[in-house]
T-cell receptor, first 114, second 109 residues
Framework: ETGVTQSPTHLIKTRGQQVTLRCSSQSGHNTVSWYQQALGQGPQFIFQYYREEENGRGNFPPRFSGLQFPNYSSELNVNALELDDSALYLC?????????????FGPGTRLTVL | GQSLEQPSEVTAVEGAIVQINCTYQTSGFYGLSWYQQHDGGAPTFLSYNGLDGLEETGRFSSFLSRSDSYGYLLLQELQMKDSASYFCAVKGAGNMLTFGGGTRLMVKP
């Protein structure tokens, strides 16, 4: 059983550019959540996808968007990058729509916006 | 909205017991979870409390009091490898998992 994987590991972009981050869920998991973690802070919930539908969204602007594919892998897209978008982006997979319990996190993508 | 409060830093010695507290305010409540994150690593799940009381998993225990909007994580027989950040997280309305700011635990020999 493979765990959650994310790509790329690191990314450097300039302000105003667009970025796509990718996540492969753990086998058998149909729910993916995305988080932004600034240095020294807790992860902040961006949104969750369940069976290809957005299933919950945190306090992030519309330039943060996502997709979930039929194999339950997922993408996070961020348009018009700002300096404050520099952070570790984590995805987490779980089973079921009402994911009360354990989420399995990937290693994250470190995004730097210059 | 949802907010969680936990101490920013705790220091303890190897072999000791440490308790990390978490108080929360949330619209809708579906349980309190705890995650551990080592520097440069991903958060890993430690425990979940959906109902009041104590849950024990090896050296780690977690407690919840819904009437007090309060929980804690108890780590026993501390080891150097327990040095990490610990986050409480609340599942509230809208499938949103809200994390606290994290408690950095330093275990000294």
């Amino acid at each position: 059983e493979t765990g959650v994987t994310q790509s790329p590991t690191h990314l450097i972009k300039t302000r105003g550019q667009q970025v796509t981050l990718r996540c492969s869920s753990q086998s058998g998991h149909n729910t993916v959540s995305w988080y932004q973690q600034a240095l020294g802070q807790g992860p902040q919930f961006i949104f969750q996808y369940y069976r290809e539908e957005e299933n919950g969204r945190g306090n992030f602007p519309p330039r943060f968007s996502g997709l979930q594919f039929p194999n339950y892998s997922s993408e996070l897209n961020v348009n018009a990058l700002e300096l404050d978008d520099s952070a570790l982006y984590l995805c987490a997979s779980s089973i079921g729509q009402l994911s009360y319990n354990e989420q399995f996190f990937g290693p994250g993508t470190r995004l730097t916006v210059l | 909205g949802q907010s969680l409060e936990q101490p920013s830093e705790v220091t303890a010695v190897e072999g000791a017991i440490v308790q990390i507290n978490c108080t929360y305010q949330t619209s809708g409540f579906y349980g309190l979870s705890w995650y551990q994150q080592h520097d440069g690593g991903a958060p890993t799940f430690l425990s979940y409390n959906g109902l009041d009381g104590l849950e024990e998993t090896g050296r780690f225990s977690s407690f919840l009091s819904r009437s007090d909007s309060y929980g804690y994580l108890l780590l026993q027989e501390l080891q150097m490898k327990d040095s990490a950040s610990y986050f409480c997280a609340v599942k509230g309305a809208g499938n949103m998992l809200t994390f606290g700011g994290g408690t950095r635990l330093m275990v000294k020999p």
